[in-house]
């Protein structure tokens, strides 16, 4: 079975409330009550997103995060990639790691790539937006100066 882990399928879920008011930065904390995620894998992720340059950070009192490109210009692929590294589907395809035992004489030998490659095409062409409700507009970035959205205590 062909499954994302958990972190990767968190960091879409974080993306996306990001991208409903991309004029806003947001803290960690806000976003952990927003998702209901808990507060230690938001900032896991967060650093990793940041990490991968699909969100952006801002330091000090109003510091916080906010997506680093419109979510139509972000990738399905990227957000995989950035939490489970280079899609290799078997140990036969040409960007894995692992090693087959029985790879000299295996008569499908290299055929695997052919179905890599159409898994890796269909997440390319499919973007953060694509994954987003139709119903809840998108904000463009439009402000130089963001906003910061934090909890009241």
């Avoid at 938001?42 to 510091?63: D, E, T």
Wanted: glycine letters at 6%.
């Amino acid at each position: 079975m062909l499954r994302l882990n958990k972190l990767t399928d968190y960091a879409v879920v974080i993306l996306s409330r990001l991208a409903k008011d991309r004029n806003k930065v947001y803290a960690a904390a806000y976003l952990a009550v927003e998702t209901r995620i808990p507060l230690p894998t938001v900032s896991k992720i967060l650093k990793i997103l940041s990490n991968s340059s699909l969100i952006c950070s801002h330091r000090g009192s109003n510091g916080g995060y906010c997506l680093g490109r419109n979510p139509d210009s972000i990738s399905v692929i990227e957000i995989v990639q950035a939490f489970e590294g280079p899609i290799s589907l078997s140990a036969c395809v040409t960007a894995s790691t692992d090693q087959c035992s029985i790879e000299a004489f295996c008569p499908i030998r290299g055929n695997w790539n052919k179905v890599n490659e159409a898994i890796k095409g269909a997440l390319e062409n499919l973007t953060l937006a694509d994954l987003l409700d139709p119903s809840e507009p998108i904000q463009r970035k439009i402000k130089v100066q963001p906003n910061f959205i934090g909890l009241s205590r």
